[in-house]
């Protein structure tokens, strides 16, 4: 299995909602990945989990919350998001974030409208 | 100030031309670049570099990196409408830091 798996695939939200996104991969990579990606922008980092624990926080609102249940599986919780926060969220995966052969093999997106 | 920077930011071309796409890179301790094409959805994985001079190939696209000047070329021949994307260009570096993504460069082949 060489894939990284994103549920849902369109996600539409009001603002007072609470949803979460889930990404999964079953290659055995311990670093796992949150960008957030607007039309026509490079994917921007969210946050970083290596080993199960967050390593990176690139200052996101704390509207949005990763949570990594176990080395396979990624989420990411919203709650009372904006309507600017719409964008293609993209989960990734790697073999870890400190080998210079680091590849992110990235998920298909949750593409997110908040209304 | 931006670490990868990408050139052009768009180019029209069309089938059967040859494109460069580009990119610049100011990092210490560099340690891979690689380029990834993005249609609808996730960026897909094209090459990763992380010796100078050395050649990646795979059908119609090449890729080379220049570590001395701090850039990366992206090279794709006999261009094809399939072959309309976004190129992005990313750079490794440090220890802990994740990839850091350039701009991109939107590539449109017409008929």
């Known amino acids: 299995d060489t894939e990284v798996t994103q549920t849902p695939k369109h996600l539409v939200m009001g603002m007072t909602n609470k949803k979460s996104l889930k990404c999964e991969q079953h290659m055995g990579h311990r670093a796992m990945y949150w960008y957030k990606q607007k039309a026509k922008k490079p994917p921007e980092l969210m946050f970083v989990y290596s080993y199960e624990k967050l390593s990176i926080n690139e200052s996101v609102p704390s509207r949005f919350s990763p949570e990594c249940p176990n080395s396979s599986l990624l989420n990411l919780h919203l709650h009372a998001l904006q309507p600017e926060d719409s964008a293609l969220y993209l989960c990734a995966s790697s073999q870890d974030i400190s080998s210079g052969a680091n590849v992110l093999t990235f998920g298909a997106g949750s593409r997110l409208t908040v209304l | 100030e931006d670490k990868v920077v990408q050139s052009p930011l768009s180019l029209v071309v069309h089938e059967g031309d040859t494109v460069t796409l580009n990119c610049s890179y100011e990092?210490?301790?560099?340690?891979?670049l690689l380029w990834y094409k993005q249609e609808k959805k996730a960026p897909t994985f094209l090459f990763m570099l992380t010796s100078s001079g050395i050649e990646k190939k795979s059908g119609r696209l090449s890729s080379i990196l220049d570590k001395k000047e701090l850039f990366s070329i992206l090279n794709i021949t006999a261009t094809q409408t399939g072959d309309s994307a976004i190129y992005l260009c990313a750079v490794l570096y440090s220890g802990n830091t994740p990839l850091v993504f350039g701009k991109g460069t939107r590539l449109s082949v017409i008929a």
């Open positions: 990092v210490t301790n560099f340690r891979s």
